[in-house]
């Protein structure tokens, strides 16, 4: 395998390598080697990443004693356009805000996605445990990416032509941070389908963090990651979209959106860990479909179906139809065997051709 060719493995990356492939065949000669600037640097934080990662230890999240109301401990770092990690110290928790923006967007995206996952499901903050939750803001120059590198959240202000500042959006905030709930809970390894069961749970739970903040409905809801981030003349709405995975972006230079919705469709590739970026949309469908069946908040029952199945699962290396099964398992432990639950979640798995 030629793991080291990707420029994602395994840090979890927000930008996909299809993505930086597409780059590195049409860009100009500067957006390539933005590119292979891009590999290389994941390859850096590659081995201490895996280090951080438990022993494929299952832990489920603590339950939180009755009454007891935590907070978030948030610190955000200025790289100052170096890539020494953290970085200067511009705010923490109960300090003033940052005459900085970007680190102040940092700052609340991550209170926003901690609020998200405490008063829904009980969790203090990424581990279960209080961790404090590190953002370091301004990395390297142009860098077109964001990342959590198993300790921290890092954040690059793009080149200003692929990207903007990519903590433009709550939807990467809350992915990234969701790849360290992941990683807390046990892990699913980042190939073939328990890896993209692993940026399908950081895309549900992102758009989750957007929608809690906002109060949208299900069908409100625009159920995209990544809004806001792309260049002005990208042609694209987000990086990815869980209502009509495949529809995100058609591009000149970043290509067209490869995600399929069915398993008809399922992409068989020995990139980019085996598309983990790519058929997660599969799973993403089956979470929208379901979030539209149930017709409330979407964090409130379909979100606690999957955020059980997290806590639950304990098999790292989960294909879809596991997964499936630990859902509706989760939803009749939740709400009843013949509960409307139930009969949603299989139909939605039913519909993205994913067998229970």
């Known amino acids: ?12 990356c927000i930008i996909p390598p299809h993505m930086v492939e597409s780059i590195k065949m049409r860009g100009t000669p500067k957006l390539k080697k933005m590119c292979m600037a891009l590999e290389k640097s994941a390859e850096k934080f590659r081995a ?11 832990m489920a999240a603590p ?10 401990n948030r610190e955000v770092y200025d790289a100052k356009n170096g890539t020494t990690l953290p970085g200067t110290l511009v705010r923490k928790e109960g300090g003033k805000a940052s005459k900085d923006g970007v680190a102040n967007d940092a700052f ?64 990467v905030i809350g992915h990234e941070l969701s790849h360290g709930v992941v990683q807390f809970s046990g892990g699913l390894v980042y190939r073939d389908q328990s890896g993209a069961l692993n940026e399908s749970f950081a895309d549900v739970f992102g758009c989750l963090t957007v929608q809690y903040k906002k109060k949208q409905t299900a069908c409100e809801a625009d159920w995209l990651v990544g809004d806001g981030i792309l260049g002005p003349d990208i042609d694209g709405v987000a990086l990815r979209s869980m209502k009509a995975p495949g529809s995100a972006y058609d591009d000149n230079l970043l290509g067209k959106d490869p995600q399929p919705f069915h398993m008809d469709d399922y992409v068989v590739t ?20 379901l979030a539209q069946y149930l017709g409330d908040g979407a964090w409130e029952r379909a979100g606690h179906i999957w ?22 398992e989760m939803a009749q432990q939740r709400y009843g065997t013949g509960s409307t639950e139930v009969i949603m979640t299989r139909r939605a798995w039913k519909l993205v051709g994913v067998s229970i």
């Open 270 to 289: 020995s990139s980019d860990n085996g598309g983990v970026h790519i058929n997660s949309g599969i799973p993403n469908q089956a979470f929208y479909l």
């Open 307 to 328: 955020y059980d199945t997290m806590q639950a699962i304990n098999n790292p290396m989960a294909t879809f139809s596991d997964w499936a099964d630990k859902t509706v």
């Open 1 to 12: 395998m030629h793991d080291h060719y990707h420029p994602c493995h395994p840090l979890q």
């Open 63 to 72: 339950v939180l004693p009755e009454g007891q109301k935590p907070k978030p």
């Open 108 to 171: 609340n995206g991550a209170g926003d996605t901690y609020k998200m996952y405490l008063e829904n499901y009980g969790r203090d903050s990424l581990d279960g445990q209080g961790m404090k939750m590190v953002s370091t803001v301004h990395y390297d120059e142009d860098y077109n990416n964001a990342f959590w590198n198993g300790e921290q959240m890092v954040y690059g202000d793009g080149d200003g032509i692929v990207f903007k500042p990519l903590t433009g959006s709550r939807s």
């Open 48 to 58: 201490a990443r895996d280090r951080l990662a438990p022993a494929e230890a299952f």
